[in-house]
């Protein structure tokens, strides 16, 4: 793993890294507290489609992680996102663009996917600073991607889901997987979401294998999820990275 920066801000440090993944470079970030005591838990988040590493919400939560429970947090750019371009991601309509054209045609973008997150993990569970419990979140695309890496990778003891449903041209695919979840899962739907209708989205939270799962509705659409659920999701990883973090003391 390369680390390119390294910087602290209002207590929190931030460094952008590329993990090699079999010839490929998987371009990603990590923000830990500044000040920490013992090993950090760590959550992964996915981003969604047209968004990077880099999206607001996504610094956002990865900072709220970090300053507010003392929980790792690290990203890394989807397929056809972020620093994976050539222009950086400077135009998002177009990335969204090229992700539906190849999660319709390109077969193996979910395995690649699950490979880069796979390879990441390793190398951020190598830090001595992070250790114990891993968490994930991602909706929308970054449930597209995650749920078949959440399914894959037992190191995720709890995940926040959603913003999907069993449709789309890997719809097959994310049920089978869906069924071998087993972790903890809070999943967010909007119910006038315009991409993944709320009977979809209903009908994989149905699917997924966890006796410990939990869905959150709200009102508006695909894009509105309101900011108080951003803020509960972190509350919810928070709360049961740090219940297995004691566990395994």
């Not at 390369?2 to 801000?9: A, G, M, Q």
């Not at 508006?220 to 309101?226: D, L, R, S, Y």
């Amino acid at each position: 793993m390369k680390v390119l920066t390294d910087e602290t801000t209002a207590g929190v440090r931030r460094r952008e890294i590329v993990v090699d993944d079999e010839g490929r470079h998987v371009p990603g970030a990590l923000w830990t507290p500044l000040e920490h005591a013992e090993p950090l838990p760590l959550v992964l988040i996915g981003h969604g489609a047209s968004g990077s590493k880099d999206q607001d919400y996504v610094v956002s939560l990865a900072r709220s992680l970090a300053a507010d429970f003392g929980i790792a947090a690290a990203a890394i750019d989807g397929p056809v996102h972020g620093s994976r371009r050539a222009d950086g991601g400077l135009d998002p309509q177009q990335s969204f663009l090229e992700f539906a054209t190849m999660w319709s045609s390109d077969s193996d973008m979910t395995d690649r996917m699950t490979a880069d997150w796979k390879v990441t993990l390793d190398e951020l569970s190598a830090l001595d600073e992070i250790s114990g419990p891993v968490g994930y979140w991602g909706l929308s695309m970054g449930t597209i991607i995650g749920l078949p890496f959440v399914a894959a990778d037992p190191r995720i003891s709890v995940a926040v889901l959603g913003l999907m449903g069993m449709t789309g041209p890997t719809s097959a695919r994310i049920g089978q997987d869906a069924r071998e979840i087993t972790c903890p899962v809070l999943f967010l739907v909007q119910w006038s979401d315009e991409l993944f209708p709320r009977t979809t989205a209903f009908e994989l939270f149905d699917l997924l294998g966890s006796s410990d799962k939990s869905l959150h509705a709200n009102p508006g659409t695909h894009g509105e999820v309101p900011n108080h659920e951003f803020a509960a999701s972190t509350r919810y990883l928070a709360r049961r990275l740090s219940a297995g973090q004691s566990a395994a003391t």
